[in-house]
């Protein structure tokens, strides 16, 4: 069983919303800290959002503050980011990342567990 995986992702238009969805087979959950990442065709992996082992600091990358929500589900073991407002700017393959720590780290090496991830395409 994969260790992360990732759905919600689609083709929306400018302004429209998306939830994506992160499934852990982490155990136990409150172990890890949960971060978003994502990457667009010819750019490195970087940093969206990220929340700490028990939800106690998120973090996020300048461009979403105020857009993007990233929250935890300790009971289903589920990792969400809610994206709002959503810019042709935003496309790009999400992935989830998870790494067994207190708080995120920004840096795609920080982290050992990822998912395979999914497109997210925002026509304008």
């Known amino acids: 069983q994969a260790p992360l995986v990732e759905s919600g992702g689609s083709s929306v238009r400018a302004g429209d919303s998306l939830r994506l969805s992160c499934a852990a087979a982490?155990?136990?959950?409150?172990?890890?800290?949960m971060a978003w990442f994502r990457q667009a065709p010819g750019k490195e992996r970087q940093f969206v959002a990220g929340i700490s082992r028990y939800s106690s600091s998120v973090e996020y990358t300048d461009s979403v503050k105020g857009r993007f929500t990233i929250s935890k589900d300790y009971n289903d073991r589920m990792t969400y980011l809610q994206m709002n407002s959503l810019q042709p700017v935003d496309a790009a393959v999400y992935f989830c990342?998870?790494?067994?720590?207190?708080?995120?780290?920004?840096?795609?090496?920080?982290?050992?567990?990822w998912g395979r991830g999914t497109q997210v395409t925002v026509s304008s």
């Open positions: 990342a998870g790494e067994r720590a207190e708080s995120t780290r920004i840096v795609p090496t920080s982290y050992n567990y």
């Open positions: 982490l155990s136990p959950f409150s172990d890890y800290a």
